[in-house]
């Protein structure tokens, strides 16, 4: 596995890292930027790759696409690109496969469209008659490039943003609810999904009560309560899923068709919590929780090294063809490893690691998995989290190890290049990309009332959620803690200011801000997101200030 040839291939192919201090001028990051926009991100079409962009709306790094050949008398094939700004960009490739990188500096920002012919031997242009027209053409959104000093700036430390999100999540009343009578709040519609939502609580009082010690006793207390919590409400000693919670409590929201089912990428969240919560009380029963977790992971692995995505928890029946994207799965098998020296855990993880290996690492499918989106076909619902999350296990697992630095900083590119917006994603008549809806005027797509630069979910739902800013901010600093670029943090801070500049009076940082309804009201954002941003705007402040 240490020596698979994509590594070797992404070692000999990455660039060095430029060692700049932690201010680097504007200019220099401009320079820096200009470089890395040249990369085309994991072109199909290259050693048999498949093309993952089949349903990609916009790009930020030059595309390859997956066009037909010409005919046998072709030599090369020519490229014309028009752009928003109403100018035309010509270039002769040897393939009709090749990457836009040639001229893809110059495309405007916006609406554009390229179309690919045939060139023989006589220098003749000829169309290639392949229908339907995505064989020859494709449109496309130009996203635009990140901008150094472009981007307003935090309108208060991040340190101060920390404190007031913090204090808003501990003193909501759903908090409140939990601490006091040690059961989640009915009213918040989101406590439907104990395992996402409890986990999350879990973590982020871990966090509140390290920058807050006048409330440390108070936080630590709720995060023993939705920990006990989560252990009761698990699934029975014997049965198919032992000792799991529940993904749904109850027939709420996405509950109304998935009740009774459990998505196995949250038992690993649960995991991972009660691990946090070990390390920090040092009470046993939650290591032995943890371990319990990690037990029926290994119990229910199956010869691919991964697992279903949806199990019915009543008798294990498997109830789709979808595998789980394990990322967080071996991220939490390796954490459990870490504390507890038992070997199988790490084993378990490797064997999905392989996986992962052979599936994702080498056609490009970061499928979406969350608790209420539907299950599409390949390609169809891309999201950065899974990849993000292997970049991040990558960095941890193997520090130094120049080929997974390598992969690393593709999942990366590719993040900025299918979720990022640094701009408004939308012409003047307000056309542009468009969430799953389609329609420009729905409330999701009103652009002028999302906030920017932004990181948007996933296809199906492509609008700014804040953990995505979370998640791209977190990956960025693991790239630069592991190679010190200055973009890396520029970038980091780019989106953190995003966020904090959206935090409302009361403290809160609206997870779906493209709702105006949802802005102002904790109670109808999602916690989960709430506590992950707070941990990530902290990591960001520790390296801003070099804690």
Request: some cysteine; aromatic content about 12%.
């Amino acid at each position: 596995m240490e020596g698979s040839m994509i590594f070797k291939m992404l070692a000999a192919s990455a660039a060095v890292s430029l060692l700049m201090p932690l201010a680097a001028s504007a200019a220099d990051l401009e320079k820096l930027a200009r470089e890395d926009y040249s990369h085309a991100v994991r072109p199909g079409g290259v050693d048999g790759r498949e093309f993952w962009n089949k349903y990609s709306r916009m790009f930020m790094y030059p595309p390859a696409f997956d066009f037909s050949k010409g005919g046998p008398d072709t030599v090369k094939y020519r490229f014309t690109v028009f752009d928003s700004a109403g100018k035309t960009h010509v270039f002769d490739a040897p393939t009709s496969q090749s990457s836009l990188s040639p001229v893809w500096h110059d495309v405007a920002p916006g609406q554009a469209w390229v179309y690919v012919s045939a060139v023989d031997k006589n220098g003749k242009v000829r169309g290639i008659p392949d229908w339907p027209r995505d064989r020859f053409s494709r449109t496309f959104w130009r996203s635009a490039p990140f901008r150094p000093g472009a981007y307003p700036s935090a309108p208060r430390s991040y340190a101060e943003a920390i404190q007031k999100f913090g204090d808003e999540i501990f003193e909501r009343s759903a908090t409140q609810y939990f601490l006091k009578t040690g059961k989640p709040d009915p009213n918040y519609t989101h406590n439907c999904y104990p395992a996402k939502m409890h986990s999350a609580l879990i973590q982020g009082m871990l966090g509140y009560a390290t920058r807050r010690p006048d409330r440390a006793a108070q936080a630590l207390k709720l995060a023993r309560i939705a920990a006990d919590y989560l252990i009761s409400i698990s699934q029975p000693k014997g049965t198919p899923l032992e000792y799991w919670p529940p993904t749904y409590a109850d027939k709420r929201e996405a509950g109304a068709i998935r009740y009774g089912q459990n998505m196995l990428i949250y038992p690993s969240q649960v995991g991972a919590a009660y691990l946090a919560l070990y390390d920090r009380v040092k009470d046993s029963k939650y290591l032995d929780a943890a371990r319990r977790i990690g037990d029926t992971y290994i119990k229910l692995q199956e010869k691919d090294g991964t697992w279903p995505l949806l199990v019915r928890e009543s008798d294990g029946k498997v109830l789709n063809d979808n595998r789980v994207q394990p990322t967080g799965v071996i991220t939490f098998l390796e954490k459990l490893y870490r504390a507890c020296g038992d070997e199988k855990y790490r084993v378990c993880g490797d064997k999905a690691f392989a996986w992962i290996e052979a599936h994702p690492l080498k056609d490009w499918f970061w499928e979406g998995q969350f608790e209420d989106a539907p299950l599409c076909a390949k390609y169809e619902n891309p999201s950065k989290h899974p990849a993000c999350e292997l970049a991040l296990y990558l960095l941890e697992r193997f520090p130094g190890d120049k080929g997974r630095l390598a992969i690393a900083r593709e999942i990366l590119r590719y993040a900025e290049d299918q979720f990022v917006c640094w701009e408004k994603p939308c012409a003047a008549n307000g056309h542009g990309i468009n969430t799953f809806a389609a329609v420009p005027s729905a409330q999701e797509n009103r652009y002028n009332d999302w906030f920017y630069p932004c990181v948007l979910e996933q296809y199906v739902y492509y609008v700014p959620i804040d953990a995505s800013n979370s998640k791209l901010i977190r990956t960025y600093l693991a790239l630069y803690r592991a190679e010190k670029n200055p973009l890396d943090l520029a970038k980091a801070r780019a989106l953190a200011d995003a966020l904090v500049r959206i935090q409302r009076p009361s403290g809160y940082i609206p997870t779906e801000y493209a709702k105006a309804e949802k802005r102002n009201n904790p109670l109808q954002g999602w916690l989960n997101c709430s506590c992950y941003t707070l941990s990530v705007l902290a990591e960001l402040d520790a390296v801003v200030n070099g804690k």
